[in-house]
């Protein structure tokens, strides 16, 4: 277990959901490595309810922190359904690209296909290199075989996709079947 993995289990257990609100607090700190151990540790705990009404209470605010991003990115990957809303206000406040694909992403991991669709869009309409990566992941969370197909499309120019791709197969291996004869020897073998 790597040092980071140690740290998230530490805090989880020995503090638990009393931990939340300092944790949540961190996120706003402006220290991106602090922020994916602290969301990976809040990912283990019962936030959902806290989360959604910091979220609330930061889109009234009239400097946009950074950190409302990933309070959207955790609602979605939780699931939290009383935090559907406060993203699709969370949408009316995007100011770049990059925002409104963590929120689109956040919602179609909650079944919205319109995000969805949206996502497909923006990938299979020649976002930047940095950007494809950061669709693909946004869009890794569908079983639906068409978004599969446009991220195996994207493969050729963008090797970092296979990652993406090998985790949709993890998930759903039936999707194997569809990557091209280059793809199919990713890092393992257990889908043959």
């Known amino acids: 277990m790597s040092e980071r993995d140690l740290l998230i ?101 909650m079944g919205f296909k319109d995000s969805e669709k949206y996502l497909l869009y923006e990938l299979e309409n020649e976002p930047s290199q940095d950007m494809i990566f950061d669709v693909a992941v946004a869009l890794s969370y569908s079983s639906d075989k068409e978004v599969f197909k446009a991220i195996v499309a994207k493969a050729d120019k963008n090797k970092d996709l296979v990652d993406v791709l090998q985790s949709m197969c993890e998930r759903e291996p039936d999707l194997y079947a569809l990557l091209p004869d280059d793809l199919r020897e990713i890092k393992n073998d257990k889908y043959k």
């Open 9 to 109: 289990k530490r805090i989880v257990e020995e503090k638990g959901d009393k931990a939340i609100p300092a944790l949540i607090d961190l996120l706003f700190e402006g220290d991106a490595q602090m922020a994916d151990i602290v969301t990976d540790a809040l990912l283990e705990l019962d936030c959902c309810q806290q989360i959604i009404k910091r979220l609330d209470s930061e889109m009234k605010k009239e400097d946009k922190n950074p950190g409302i991003f990933y309070l959207a990115d955790i609602i979605g990957e939780k699931n939290c359904k009383g935090g559907v809303e406060q993203l699709k206000r969370l949408l009316n406040l995007v100011e770049t690209e990059e925002e409104a694909i963590i929120v689109h992403g956040s919602l179609a991991r």
